[in-house]
């Protein structure tokens, strides 16, 4: 069974850092790549992040570009969205999502999500 | 970057209605078109893949159909457990986008 585990949510002060993670189970790791998709409060879903499953191609929304950095340990089977420089829009649940392998991408698992607050 | 549309924003429905929701593109994007529903607090589903390929375990009464800029996804009769909000989403480049959403509630 697939499972996504978020964690590392919280409190950040604007201009701040925060670091959040995503522990997957289930299936092979490394041979999927992975995104990020947040919503923020009463808003809709936006794709933040991807990554491929070696690792070595990153995507990113021009929101985020420039304050956030993808990455995974293919090892430990994590995906890792360390994101600098916060403001107060990036308040949001942030989803791990696993994407099929197929050519037409789509986003077949979810986490439960993480809740990021940016706020002084 | 492709902006997706997504009409109604919401509508009302009753238990066994036909429904339908309708995503367009700002450029064409073949047949790379996905289908998501969320409920709050709960974590998306994936519907739809690839236009018109229904995921998994997803009820045959979902179904989509469209290519190029104009899509749609039908409910062909609408269930308790249906009322939540529908997303389309593309996948033919990056950035990947969004619609807005279409909130389906009881009428």
């Known amino acids: 069974e697939v499972q996504l585990l978020e964690s590392g949510g919280g409190l950040a002060q604007p201009g701040k850092s925060l670091r959040v993670s995503c522990r997957a189970s289930g299936f092979t790791f490394s041979g999927y790549g992975m995104s990020w998709v947040r919503q923020a409060p009463g808003k809709g879903l936006e794709w933040v992040s991807a990554i491929s499953g070696g690792g070595g191609g990153t995507y990113y929304a021009d929101s985020v570009k420039g304050r956030f950095t993808i990455s995974r340990d293919n090892a430990n089977n994590t995906l890792i969205l360390q994101m600098d420089s916060l403001r107060v829009d990036d308040t949001a649940v942030y989803y791990c999502t696993k994407e099929t392998s197929m050519v037409h991408t789509s986003f077949d698992f979810w986490g439960q999500g993480t809740l990021v607050t940016v706020s002084s | ?107």
Not at chain 2, 49 to 69: I, N
Request: hydrophobic share 30%; proline share 5%.
């Open chain 2, 1 to 107: 970057d492709i902006q997706m549309s997504q009409s109604p924003s919401s509508l009302s429905a009753s238990v066994g209605d036909r429904v339908t929701i309708t995503c367009r593109a700002s450029q064409s994007i073949d047949r790379y078109l996905n289908w998501y529903q969320h409920k709050p607090g709960k974590a998306p589903k994936l519907l739809i893949y690839a236009a018109s390929s229904l995921h998994s375990g997803v009820p045959s009464r979902f179904s989509g159909r469209g290519s190029g800029t104009d899509f749609t996804l039908t409910l062909s009769s609408v269930q308790a457990e249906d009322f939540a909000t529908y997303y389309c989403q593309q996948s033919y480049s990056f950035p990947w986008t969004f619609g807005q959403g279409t909130q389906v509630e009881i009428k």
